[in-house]
């Protein structure tokens, strides 16, 4: 709970009754939003962390058509379910989903549990996905509260704690759950949410538009532009990588699954490697080449394009080359496969990047 009094000096009942009617009036038509469907809300939900709204709509109406029901994506190979997200990263969502649904599946006959602590013991399902999946989809009062919705409480209530400590989470859970409108938390919840996106947004909140700004103690003191407080993550660590795309005389390209765990794990990719300071990029990946794949290769002195790609608490710098094979040699997860093949597979971003790349160059 926040230590000032903010949440006493607050008419909880006018401040529902403002965000709801606004949220009533204003809500953006997103397709989720017309589902009752505990599943395809969660779905939403898994996909919206970390991405933004108007790059989910696309994927989520791709997903549930490819995978309209939990048996549909319980049963699916995992090869096509990291393909239908191919491009929306953090893939251990989807791959914790599945295992999910899975369970639903088996254990609960297919019917998304409506109990907090069973919903909660599945895979990925957190306190917030928790909390928006049962309030949206069964009506309950559970809080759900992610960065967003924090900012937005943080500035209301004017707490003080740095949102960047996990722990901080329980103080908005706690006052969340003091605001909530018990006759509808799914409007509540959302609005709050709805607010937060497109309102209350972090650098420039719209306070003049706002609905619940005759409630709001950041902006009666004018300290809205300074909460919440978020203490800055430590810089991310940079790779050099060396990625090379691999020709046989048939035209067909060397891809190779990466491992089965890890970062971006069992997605595809060009041979690639991280490259040591001072090496030559050329020599060091034909030798890299032939000792992991026992293939000789000759590799183009010049560098085809560079990809950064930057992950939460990784970045990669990948210089990417073209090489050629006189020999096949497929061992282990590598494969080669034709053009037209190459993008049956699902590959992370980068090295999507790295594939527009070279089919550009064909054109
Ligand atoms: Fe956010 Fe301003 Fe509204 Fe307060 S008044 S909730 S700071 S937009």
Redesign the pocket.
């Known amino acids: 709970m926040p230590e000032n009094n903010a949440l006493e000096k607050i008419n909880i009942t006018k401040f529902q009754q403002d965000l709801v009617a606004w949220y009533q009036a204003e809500k953006r038509d997103l397709p989720w939003r017309r589902e009752q469907d505990p599943y395809k809300i969660w779905v939403s939900e898994i996909m919206l962390q970390q991405t933004r709204v108007e790059t989910v709509i696309p994927y989520f109406r791709r997903f549930i058509e490819q995978f309209p029901t939990i048996d549909s994506l319980a049963e699916a190979d995992e090869e096509a379910v990291l393909k239908a997200w191919e491009g929306l990263g953090y893939y251990s969502r989807v791959r914790n989903l599945q295992s999910a649904v899975k369970e639903v599946a088996e254990n609960y006959g297919g019917t998304v549990p409506a109990d907090k602590t069973q919903f909660l013991s599945l895979k990925g399902v957190g306190p917030y996905t928790g909390g928006a999946v049962l309030s949206i989809a069964y009506g309950l009062p559970e809080p759900a509260v992610d960065g967003n919705v924090m900012r ?1 409480i943080s ?2 209530l004017t707490v003080w704690d740095d949102i960047a400590k996990p722990s901080t989470r329980k103080i908005f859970e706690k006052a969340v759950g003091k605001l909530m409108y018990k006759k509808d938390p799914s409007s509540f919840n959302q609005a709050l949410m709805e ?1 937060g996106a497109t ?2 947004t972090p650098t420039s ?3 003049l ?5 005759n409630h ?1 103690q ?2 009666e003191e004018g300290v ?1 532009q300074e ?1 919440p407080i978020k203490t800055k993550k430590k810089s991310t660590k940079k790779l050099r990588m060396g990625a090379v795309v691999l020709q046989a005389s048939d035209k067909t390209v060397l891809i190779e699954k990466r491992p089965e765990a890890g970062l971006l794990a069992n997605l595809w990719q060009f041979p690639n490697v991280e490259l040591p300071d001072g090496t030559n990029p050329r020599t060091f990946l034909e030798t890299f080449i032939e000792n992991e794949y026992g293939i000789k290769a000759a590799i183009n002195p010049e560098k085809l394009i560079e990809i950064t790609h930057v992950f939460s608490h990784l970045t990669w710098e990948i210089d990417v080359y073209f090489g050629t094979v006189k020999e096949k040699n497929e061992k282990d997860r590598a494969r080669f496969v034709s053009a037209a093949d190459v993008e049956t597979y699902a590959f992370p971003v980068s090295h999507q990047k790295i594939w527009k790349h070279v089919k550009g160059m064909e054109q």
Do not use: G, H, N, S
Request: net charge positive; charged share 5%; proline share 11%.
């Open positions: 937005v500035r209301i607010l309102i209350c909140p719209a306070c538009l706002c609905p619940v700004q709001c950041a902006f809205q909460l």
